[in-house]
């Protein structure tokens, strides 16, 4: 029986010119891809319900002086969708402890980095979809970037770590997170130039960016 819960690292993949990243969002600046494996348990979606036990990867998305963190069932990996599949086109639902587990480990793997790269600001989206363009609520907000952010905001203390304000982000689905040095709030030198960089990187490429919107919030862009 496979182990449960564990996180495995399972290697670092350098990008290199002639690299198919099709299936990555956002390669623009790309240096490496670090994944993480680990396996959780869920219940299929059927007549006879079942349990059954389905392995994840979790990736680092390495660019200058910031980084990305998505995650994704192993059997997706070569959907271009991957990171953003729901339980029904999935056949399953994880276990609310799986779900916990896996974000406990994202959160996790911010802090070692936060920890290696301290000048360095790593995020994430809240990867929209169908669901959300239904949605009644918080139409400009995807579901998960309203889960990821309250789970964040209990995991990361404020006299600690920061995050950005700017609406830009919020409008799409993004939150990054920082260290805060000798609890001074404002950016430090080096911070500064990462954050400039990395926004700099995200506006370049806007027509990439409105996939990172919900269908309401495009709308107000266009």
């Keep these: 029986m496979p182990d449960i819960f564990i996180l495995k690292p399972i290697g670092k993949q350098k990008k290199r010119d002639n690299d198919n990243l099709s299936d990555i969002h956002f390669p623009y600046g790309l240096v490496q891809v670090e994944r993480f494996s680990i396996n ?6 059927s007549h006879a319900p079942r349990k059954v036990i389905k392995g994840y990867v979790i990736e680092l998305h390495h ?8 995650y994704y069932p192993r059997m997706c990996k070569n959907d271009p969708k991957k990171y953003q599949l729901r339980s029904k086109e ?6 609310y402890i799986s779900l916990r587990c896996i974000l406990k480990q994202s959160a996790l793997l911010i802090k070692i980095y936060l920890d ?3 000048d360095s600001i ?3 989206v809240g990867q929209p979809d169908n669901y959300d363009d239904r949605s ?6 995807a579901q998960r970037a309203r889960v990821y952010n309250r789970y964040v905001l209990s995991m990361f203390q404020s006299h600690k770590y920061a995050f950005p304000e700017d609406q830009l982000f919020r409008d799409l689905n993004l939150n990054f997170i920082r260290k805060v040095h000798k609890h001074e709030r404002q950016l ?3 911070q500064r130039v990462n ?3 990395m926004r700099t990187n995200l506006t370049a490429h806007e027509k990439e960016l409105f996939n990172f919107m919900t269908s309401a919030t495009k709308k107000q862009y266009e």
């Design 188 to 190: 430090t030198t080096k």
């Design 116 to 118: 290696d790269n301290p």
């Design 40 to 45: 959780l348990i869920g219940t299929t979606l």
């Design 122 to 124: 790593i995020g994430y």
């Design 63 to 70: 660019y200058p002086g910031f980084a990305m963190i998505k």
């Design 195 to 197: 954050y400039l960089n």
């Design 136 to 141: 009644k609520v918080d139409v400009r907000t």
């Design 90 to 95: 999935l056949g399953y639902q994880l276990s």
